[in-house]
């Protein structure tokens, strides 16, 4: 909305993105997975086009000092943040979905991994592109460093095409999240219809 509809209520672009999710969980079973699986390789390359982009703007010396506020306050003031820890709950309703559940392990240590090296590039980016005073300011940091990026004159203004990849990737998220509900409200209520039980927690989600 801020980038390139300041005046679209936000009521309708979230909208949007509930229908896309909605049409997503209503296709074959596997069909959320696989399009996960052909959209996380995109968002990797994303960020790590992010970061090799910017690496001659960047400023190590901001990394210092290295714990920042401290070992407490990094370490353990910051597990306080629940959300950080929401990605490890997708694991536990894994298993039932698996065929061979011994794959499990092989999944957890992958997905971890993967979600690790994400993170990393991104607070690298803005850490070392934009000091703590500015990155504050900046209502999305890593928006902000996209528009840094030219590659010669031809490839200039590549924010519209990692704009396009988040999207993608964040409506890949929402359709995870809305078919893991979805799973667990199936088996906590007698409604056994996969559109009402989309319907239903879209709603809420929208509301």
Do not use: H
């Given at each position: 909305q801020i980038i390139y509809y300041p005046n679209t209520n936000t009521f309708f672009i979230i909208i949007l993105f509930l229908i896309a999710t909605i049409f997503a969980c209503n296709l074959k079973y596997n069909a959320i997975y696989r399009s996960n699986l052909l959209t996380i390789p995109f968002v990797i390359l994303s960020i790590l086009i992010l970061f090799l982009g910017n690496i001659g703007d960047f400023t190590f010396a901001n990394a210092f000092p290295l714990f920042g506020n401290g070992i407490n306050e990094t370490f353990?003031?910051?597990?306080?943040?629940?959300?950080?820890?929401?990605?490890?709950?997708?694991?536990?309703?894994?298993?039932?979905?698996?065929?061979?559940?011994?794959?499990?392990?092989?999944?957890?240590?992958?997905?971890?991994?993967?979600?690790?090296?994400?993170?990393?590039?991104?607070?690298?980016?803005?850490?070392?592109?934009?000091?703590?005073?500015?990155?504050?300011?900046?209502?999305?940091?890593?928006?902000?460093?996209?528009?840094?990026?030219?590659?010669?004159?031809?490839?200039?203004?590549?924010?519209?095409?990692?704009?396009?990849?988040?999207?993608?990737?964040?409506?890949?998220?929402?359709?995870?999240?809305?078919?893991?509900?979805?799973?667990?409200?199936?088996?906590?209520?007698?409604?056994?219809?996969?559109?009402?039980s989309t319907l239903l927690i879209s709603f809420l989600i929208l509301v």
């Open positions: 353990f003031s910051g597990m306080s943040n629940l959300f950080a820890f929401q990605g490890l709950l997708y694991i536990f309703f894994l298993p039932p979905k698996l065929k061979d559940v011994t794959e499990l392990k092989k999944i957890t240590i992958l997905s971890i991994s993967f979600s690790a090296l994400y993170l990393i590039i991104s607070v690298a980016v803005i850490l070392f592109l934009f000091d703590a005073d500015v990155s504050n300011i900046l209502l999305m940091p890593l928006y902000s460093a996209v528009r840094y990026i030219e590659f010669g004159s031809f490839f200039q203004r590549l924010d519209s095409i990692f704009i396009l990849t988040w999207i993608i990737s964040f409506v890949s998220y929402l359709s995870i999240t809305l078919q893991t509900c979805c799973s667990i409200f199936k088996k906590i209520t007698t409604i056994s219809s996969l559109k009402l």
